[in-house]
């Protein structure tokens, strides 16, 4: 059973910024904790870590901590103030931020290691989409950054803090057998068991029941066709 959930933080951001940017190319700056904002390249998606709320509900049987990570993505369009362009950018905008939206929905990140891997955090959990403007996160909105278009998108994701107790030492079984007859002498003094090989799902106390989805730390407690 592989239960390593360690995670990097920091491979979570570049993670986050190098999947963005490949499903956004027309997007010019894609980046975390970005300060300098008068020099801003527009289109713009720029990404804070916000929170980290410790979710003792889902204690993942690790000795880690779970926790929901909240990130935030301001979308920037700016726009020439000529007739018809702060139109044309609330809209874009909008679309923009809807668009983001919904590719996030149960997202999670490629691993930089291996493309063919995801990193292993739960799925994106969309909180929405908001008009905003530079004044977020305790930034004072600048008059020189009128001309431009803002929305934030917010959403969360489970993580794992800490280092699993649980590790890939030894030798993970690929055949199960389960127990099919019993049978006694009449005494009582011997029981037998046959063996047969099990090719059905396997069911665990906190796992997804039915989808043969063993978690770390789980009771395996029946086991279905």
Known sequence: MNANTNIDLSVVH????????????????????????????????????????????????TEQLAVLAKFEAELVIGFRPQAGSMAKAKLSIRMLAAALEAWLRMRRWTNPADHAKKLPTGEAMVIGAYQDDFS????????????????????????????????????????????????????????????????????????????????PGDDITEITP
């Not at 956004?24 to 527009?42: A, I, M």
């Not at 489970?158 to 007859?181: A, C, K, N, S, Y």
């Open 136 to 215: 977020v996160m305790g930034r004072r909105q600048d008059q020189d950054l009128s001309q431009f278009e803002v929305w934030r998108v917010e959403w969360q994701q489970r993580l794992h803090l800490g280092q699993t107790v649980w590790t890939d030492e030894g030798i993970t079984p690929g055949r199960v057998f389960v127990r099919e007859d019993v049978s006694a002498d009449l005494d009582g003094t011997a029981v037998y068991f046959d063996f047969k090989e099990w090719a059905g799902d396997v069911a665990c106390i906190g796992g997804q029941l039915g989808f043969g989805d063993c978690q």
């Open 14 to 61: 570049d993670a986050i910024v190098a999947d963005i940017k490949a499903a956004f190319p027309n997007l010019q700056t894609v980046e975390f904790y970005r300060e300098d904002r008068k020099s801003l390249v527009t289109p713009a998606c720029l990404l804070e870590l916000t929170e980290l709320e410790a979710d003792p509900d889902n204690d993942p049987g």
